[in-house]
């Protein structure tokens, strides 16, 4: 099935695996094959938006049909030159559904995809970036290193569960890439401390916040900014991609809550 909408710009498909490999330990790498069809309607898609996807989950008798729940990933990579698109997970056991999925999925499974078309560019211009994530935000924040250009410089922290987990980020632009590590996540991370001890360099004329992290670390970070610097909002993008404790699920329910 395969469908577009003009006014709201949102694509449907159903793609097969092509390939798939662990980019380190708890890194999965999932590609899969563009046909004829989706060349066309992923003309306009950008590598490192968002995208959803749509995970079957089979319940314990296995003889129902299968349910489908909708996460919120990556689209790490699009290549139509080579007709593959690339989705990294996160390797975090079987109780994650996305998970689950990706540490099972074999060449010729197949995987229901949403995405929107946008040629917006991932972040807005600046002369200094800072980038911040934890193992989640590793593909989005890789895709965007790999798109600015070369005049201009960004620093990155990443945390990840080891050494081990450490990928190496492709840029034209004049980066520099700090690790931390984290085996449990959820449990708490370092990045907001990081952040906060970060000292811009003097006489940069514009500078831009990414981060994209655990809902509290988030949440800390976007405060320091906003309320302790007095931060331009246009100037940051932080964002929650998981809640410790929460399902994606759960977590979308209490944000509806927040704006009802």
């Given at each position: 099935m ?13 793609f097969?695996?092509k390939?798939?490999?662990y980019?380190t330990?708890?890194?999965i790498?999932?590609?899969?094959k563009?046909d004829?069809?989706?060349m066309?309607l992923?003309t306009h898609?950008r590598?490192?938006s968002?995208?959803k ?10 003889k ?6 909708t996460r919120?990933?990556t689209n790490?990579?699009i290549d139509l030159?080579n007709?593959?698109l690339t989705?990294d997970f996160?390797?975090h056991?079987?109780n994650s559904?996305a998970?689950?999925?990706?540490l099972?999925a074999?060449?010729g ?17 600046a002369d200094?970036?800072l980038l911040v994530?934890?193992?989640?935000a ?6 965007i290193?790999?798109?600015l ?6 620093k990155?922290?990443?945390e ?6 450490e990928?190496?980020?492709c840029?034209a632009a004049?980066?520099?890439?700090e690790?931390l590590?984290?085996?449990h996540?959820?449990q708490?991370?370092?990045l907001?401390?990081?952040v906060?001890s970060f000292?811009f360099?003097k006489?940069i ?5 990414y981060a994209?992290t655990?809902?509290?670390t988030?949440?800390?970070i976007?405060t320091y900014f ?5 931060w ?5 993008h932080?964002?929650s ?10 977590t979308?329910?209490e944000r509806?809550n927040?704006r009802?």
């Amino acid at each position: 099935m395969i469908t577009s909408s003009i006014t709201s710009r949102k694509i449907r498909s159903v793609f097969t695996v092509k390939d798939k490999k662990y980019l380190t330990p708890h890194l999965i790498r999932v590609v899969f094959k563009i046909d004829e069809n989706q060349m066309e309607l992923l003309t306009h898609v950008r590598s490192g938006s968002n995208n959803k996807i749509c995970i079957p989950v089979h319940r314990e008798d296995q003889k129902s049909e299968p349910v489908f729940i909708t996460r919120t990933y990556t689209n790490r990579k699009i290549d139509l030159e080579n007709r593959e698109l690339t989705i990294d997970f996160v390797a975090h056991g079987e109780n994650s559904p996305a998970s689950a999925w990706a540490l099972n999925a074999n060449p010729g499974d197949s995987l229901e995809i949403g995405m929107k078309e946008s040629t917006r560019p991932l972040i807005p211009d600046a002369d200094l970036y800072l980038l911040v994530g934890d193992a989640t935000a590793l593909p989005v924040i890789s895709a965007i290193a790999e798109q600015l250009p070369s005049f201009v410089n960004a620093k990155i922290f990443l945390e990840v569960h080891g050494k081990e987990d450490e990928v190496i980020l492709c840029s034209a632009a004049d980066i520099s890439v700090e690790w931390l590590y984290n085996s449990h996540p959820e449990q708490g991370s370092q990045l907001a401390d990081v952040v906060k001890s970060f000292v811009f360099p003097k006489g940069i004329l514009k500078e831009y916040v990414y981060a994209a992290t655990e809902y509290t670390t988030a949440k800390e970070i976007r405060t320091y900014f906003k309320t302790e610097l007095n931060w331009d909002a246009h100037g940051m993008h932080v964002v929650s991609y998981w809640k410790a404790g929460q399902s994606e699920d759960e977590t979308s329910r209490e944000r509806q809550n927040q704006r009802d």
